[in-house]
């Protein structure tokens, strides 16, 4: 059973690129408006949207769907 995600989503490559403030009133403002769904991959600021996203994702948010992208 494949899981099933939200239409609408943030995708977080600039999240690398704006200073930390901005990234993080950018997440709040998603999370305020019920979005769950983010993606995210480590070409993303060479890694840096993924970790900001670890840092500022509130521990237990209901229902956070983080989706990696990679090149295999």
């Known amino acids: 059973m494949r899981p099933q995600l939200p239409a609408i989503g ?7 690129l704006v200073p ?3 990234a993080r009133a950018t997440l709040d403002h998603a999370l ?13 600021g060479g890694g840096q949207a993924e970790i900001r996203l670890g ?17 295999l």
Do not use: K, N, V, W
């Open 20 to 22: 930390e403030m901005d």
């Open 32 to 44: 305020d408006r019920g979005i769950r769904y983010f993606d995210t991959a480590p070409l993303y």
């Open 55 to 71: 840092q500022m994702l509130p521990l237990g948010t209901a229902g956070c769907r983080c989706i990696d992208q990679m090149r």
């Open 10 to 16: 943030l995708g977080t490559a600039a999240i690398a």
